[in-house]
């Protein structure tokens, strides 16, 4: 499962403390660095980023956090490969005037949605997600996951056969409801049994030229 955009920016924020500082940042400098007032959200992914493999931590020590091979393999992996592109976000544009212009530049980085080996893209062909603004033509990033919550929009086999892009509900029983955004459509249902989830859709692609 790909790393949430926050516990990316912790372990971001440990190895420019590290690299800057020769040793490593304390919880409170976390909290600053990520500008969270509460300790305890600091210690949640901490805990979170122990438990998949990328930080170490020594108990009643202070400044204990160490960064583990996996984090530089990881990275070393992905600077072989090349970085995902970066794109300058320039500001926010409604159906009209522009809303707002940054004057400091930000930048959308890529990474965050495709730094997952697990990462894949579909093409759609269909109608049936067009009321989530998922045309045909259009291509949606997954994240390769069985583990789907009520209102996401999922890859699904069904009966070993039907690939489908649908929202995901589990229902009373055994049973899956998978629901398309057409209100022309109706919702298929089937068992737990004779469904396999492939992926969560993480973003939607679309190219007008």
Same mark, same amino acid.
Do not use: W
């Given at each position: 499962?790909?790393?949430?955009?926050?516990?990316?920016?912790?372990?971001?924020?440990?190895? =420019?403390?590290?690299?800057?500082?020769?040793?490593?940042?304390?919880?409170?400098?976390?909290?600053?660095?990520?500008?969270?007032?509460?300790?305890?959200?600091? %210690?949640? %992914?901490?805990?979170?980023?122990?438990?998949?493999?990328?930080?170490?931590?020594?108990?009643?020590?202070?400044?204990?956090?160490?960064?583990?091979?996996?984090?530089?393999?990881?990275?070393?992996?992905?600077?072989?490969?090349?970085?995902?592109?970066?794109?300058?976000?320039?500001?926010?544009?409604?159906?009209?005037?522009?809303?707002?212009?940054?004057?400091?530049?930000?930048?959308?980085?890529?990474?965050?949605?495709?730094?997952?080996?697990?990462?894949?893209?579909?093409?759609?062909?269909?109608?049936?997600?067009? $009321?989530? %603004?998922?045309?045909? =033509?259009?291509?949606?990033?997954?994240?390769?996951?069985?583990?789907?919550?009520?209102? $996401?929009?999922?890859?699904?086999?069904?009966?070993?056969?039907?690939?489908?892009?649908?929202?995901?509900?589990?229902?009373? =029983?055994?049973?899956?409801?998978?629901?398309?955004?057409?209100?022309?459509?109706?919702?298929?249902?089937?068992?737990?049994?004779?469904?396999?989830?492939?992926?969560?859709?993480?973003?939607?692609?679309?190219?007008?030229?």
């Amino acid at each position: 499962m790909a790393l949430t955009k926050r516990q990316k920016e912790v372990l971001e924020l440990i190895a =420019g403390f590290q690299k800057a500082n020769g040793y490593s940042p304390s919880y409170e400098e976390i909290s600053a660095g990520l500008k969270v007032a509460s300790l305890a959200t600091v %210690h949640k %992914h901490v805990s979170a980023l122990e438990a998949r493999g990328y930080l170490r931590r020594s108990y009643n020590q202070s400044r204990s956090l160490d960064l583990t091979p996996r984090f530089f393999e990881e990275n070393r992996n992905l600077v072989a490969a090349g970085a995902p592109p970066k794109v300058p976000l320039a500001g926010r544009i409604a159906a009209g005037a522009p809303v707002e212009t940054f004057e400091n530049a930000e930048v959308l980085n890529f990474a965050d949605f495709v730094s997952d080996a697990g990462t894949y893209a579909l093409e759609v062909r269909g109608d049936s997600m067009i $009321d989530d %603004h998922i045309c045909s =033509g259009d291509y949606v990033l997954v994240e390769k996951t069985t583990d789907v919550r009520n209102g $996401d929009i999922v890859v699904a086999l069904v009966g070993g056969a039907e690939t489908t892009l649908k929202r995901y509900y589990r229902e009373g =029983g055994d049973m899956v409801r998978l629901q398309p955004a057409n209100a022309a459509m109706s919702a298929m249902r089937v068992s737990a049994k004779d469904l396999q989830i492939q992926g969560r859709v993480l973003a939607v692609l679309r190219k007008y030229r």
